[in-house]
C-alpha cells in the first residue's frame, strides 16, 4: 500500500472515532443539564461534572442552542435542555414495557405501605425518577419528583441498582461519577460502602434519606437478561421504619420487584 493510501486509510478511521467520540461529549453534557431541569446548570457546573476543559463544553454547549438542544436562560446565565427535547420524544410516546408491567405493582404496594412509593430507572451512569405514588399515611415524604435525575449511587435507589451489577461494573460506574458526588455531600468510599452493604442484606436501607428525619428501602429490579434496570423506594418518617415494619416493606418490595421482573419477562 502506498503512503497516500495508508494516509487515506487511516484518515478514514479517524474520522469515525472522532465523530463517536463528539456524539459521547455533547451526550454527557446533555445529562448533567438534564439533571439541572428546569433551573438549569451554571457552565463551570458541567465542566467539573463531565471532566471536559471548558472551550469544549463552550463549542458542545453553542451548538447544541443552534439545533434547539439546549437554551441559556438570561437572567441566571445557566443552561438547560431546550424545548426540542421533549418535541422529539413525542415520537415514542407510548410508555415503556417496565413502567406498563410495574403499574400494579405501583398501586398495590403504595395501598399496602402508605407511604410515597418512588420508580427509578438507570439511564447511563444516572438514575431519574419516572413514577411517584403518594400513600395515605398523613406525613408523606416527598424527597424527589418524577423527572428528577441523580448520579447512580447519590439515591438510594441509585445504591440498590449498582448493588445489583458485578461488582467490577458498579466500581466503574462510581469512578465515572465521582467528579458529580460533591455536589451531593457524598463521596466514592461511601457509595462503595453502601452498595456493599446493599449487596450483602439483599435491598439498600439508608438511615439517612434525602431528606432529615426520613428513611429510605429500595429493591432492585432486573431485566431478562439479569441486568438491573430499576428500583422500587419506600421514603417514610424514621419512626415509620421500625425494625419490624422494614422488614414487612422490604417483603412486599421484593415480592412487588419479582412480579414486575416476570411480566417484563413476558
Known sequence: MDRTNSSRSAHGTAEPRQGAQAIRRALAVLRILAAGREDGVPLAEVVRATGLTRPTVYRIVHALIEEGIVERHGKSGRYAIGNQVPELALARARPSRLLVAANPSLRRASTEI?????????????TLCVDRRIGVYPIQVLSIEVGARRPLGVSSAGVAILAAMPAQDARKIVAANETRFGAY????????????????????????????????????????????????????????????????VVEILLREARIIEQAIRG
Open 114 to 126: 402508605g407511604d410515597t412509593l418512588f420508580l427509578t430507572v438507570r439511564t447511563g451512569n444516572d
Open 185 to 248: 455531600q457524598t463521596d466514592v468510599m461511601t457509595v462503595l460502602g453502601q452498595v456493599t452493604a446493599a449487596r450483602r442484606r439483599g435491598y439498600n436501607m439508608r438511615e439517612i434519606g434525602l431528606v432529615q428525619g426520613t428513611k429510605s428501602i429500595s429493591t432492585w429490579i432486573k431485566t431478562p437478561d439479569g441486568r438491573p434496570a430499576a428500583a422500587i423506594t419506600v421514603s417514610a418518617v424514621r419512626t415509620r421504619l421500625g425494625p419490624r415494619r422494614e422488614q414487612e
